[in-house]
């Protein structure tokens, strides 16, 4: 299932990957000051961070540039929540923090 990006808030989609149920969130948001990424260094502008979360707490992150094909990671290793309910408040804090209008 396709995310649906939104200006503000939080889009949520749930769907299968391989036969694992991935929980997935989007906003949408500015960042003038950038955000680190792994692959590239610092972007900004209008960004879109999409975060995905598996059935056993596995924490996905992910960033572009709104309307871009090409993703990239936030730094760090891996990320593994435990809880899978607390996937909506890890990514409104993160999306919160990467904001820098």
Not at 18 to 37: L, P
């Amino acid at each position: 299932m396709p995310v649906r990006p939104a200006r503000t808030g939080i889009v949520h989609t749930k769907h299968k990957n391989g036969g694992i149920h991935m929980d997935k969130k989007s906003t949408i948001f500015t960042a003038t000051h950038g955000v680190m990424t792994s692959e590239v260094g610092v972007i900004s502008g209008e960004l879109e961070l999409v975060t995905s979360c598996d059935d056993d707490g596995v924490l996905t992150l992910a960033i572009t540039y709104v309307g871009a094909e090409e993703w990239y990671s936030l730094p760090g290793e891996e990320y593994r929540l435990h809880d899978v309910r607390d996937h909506e408040v890890v990514h409104g804090m993160l999306a919160a923090v990467l904001e820098r209008p």
